[in-house]
T-cell receptor
Framework: AQSVTQLGSHVSVSEGALVLLRCNYSSSVPPYLFWYVQYPNQGLQLLLKYTSAATLVKGINGFEAEFKKSETSFHLTKPSAHMSDAAEYFCAVSDRSTGNQFYFGTGTSLTVIP | EAQVTQNPRYLITVTGKKLTVTCSQNMNHEYMSWYRQDPGLGLRQIYYSMNVEVTDKGDVPEGYKVSRKEKRNFPLILESPSPNQTSLYFC???????????FGQGTRLTVV
């Protein structure tokens, strides 16, 4: 089975600072990779996804993520944090060969300090 | 509007009393799944369905049942709920496997 590791269950940044949320996956074959955001009392919303095209993926709200096969990583970044970015962020993977199951990381709670 | 609708949003029940959480999607998606979200554990997949009458276990299926008699509906059934099933539950759907999943608003279940 796949596994997903999100380093840092809580991350705090100042408004305007760089946001970096880390995600590493376990499989030797690169899976499909996703980042989701969850605002309080809401469901999850897709930020971006990597399937097999460009390794740098741009998503909504100014977020982007870079797929690095050698590091088995898919870290999420945003150049300048905004107060509205405060939320829970989940990295998820799906096996490329079967794709039947999604595996989620444990989540990273982002706090933005004014 | 494209959406996944779960009902109810909040539910408090007693141990052993059967309950059903409904999930419906209006996007003609083939793939549907149920997750539970617990603090520090992220989302864990309970069951998923690749199409009508095709269901399979996820990582934490014990104590749950599902059915997929119609493409749009994927109810989650707890036949004898226990307190360890107190959690936040999400239903999700996607067009085909491993593509963008659309999530419902969640159902917060408390079993006392």
């Amino acid at each position: 089975a796949q596994s997903v590791t999100q380093l840092g269950s809580h991350v705090s940044v100042s408004e305007g600072a760089l946001v970096l949320l880390r995600c590493n996956y376990s499989s030797s074959v690169p899976p499909y990779l996703f980042w989701y955001v969850q605002y309080p009392n809401q469901g999850l919303q897709l930020l971006l996804k990597y399937t097999s095209a460009a390794t740098l993926v741009k998503g909504i709200n100014g977020f982007e993520a870079e797929f690095k096969k050698s590091e088995t990583s898919f870290h999420l970044t945003k150049p300048s944090a905004h107060m509205s970015d405060a939320a829970e962020y989940f990295c998820a993977v799906s096996d490329r060969s079967t794709g039947n199951q999604f595996y989620f990381g444990t989540g990273t709670s982002l706090t933005v300090i004014p | 509007e494209a959406q996944v609708t779960q009902n109810p949003r909040y539910l408090i029940t007693v141990t052993g009393k059967k309950l059903t959480v409904t999930c419906s999607q209006n996007m003609n998606h083939e793939y549907m799944s149920w997750y539970r979200q617990d603090p520090g554990l992220g989302l864990r997949q309970i069951y998923y369905s690749m199409n009508v009458e095709v269901t399979d276990k996820g990582d934490v299926p014990e104590g749950y049942k599902v059915s997929r008699k119609e493409k749009r509906n994927f109810p989650l059934i707890l036949e004898s709920p226990s307190p360890n099933q107190t959690s936040l539950y999400f239903c999700a759907s996607s067009f085909i496997r491993a593509t963008e999943a659309f999530f419902g608003q969640g159902t917060r279940l408390t079993v006392v």
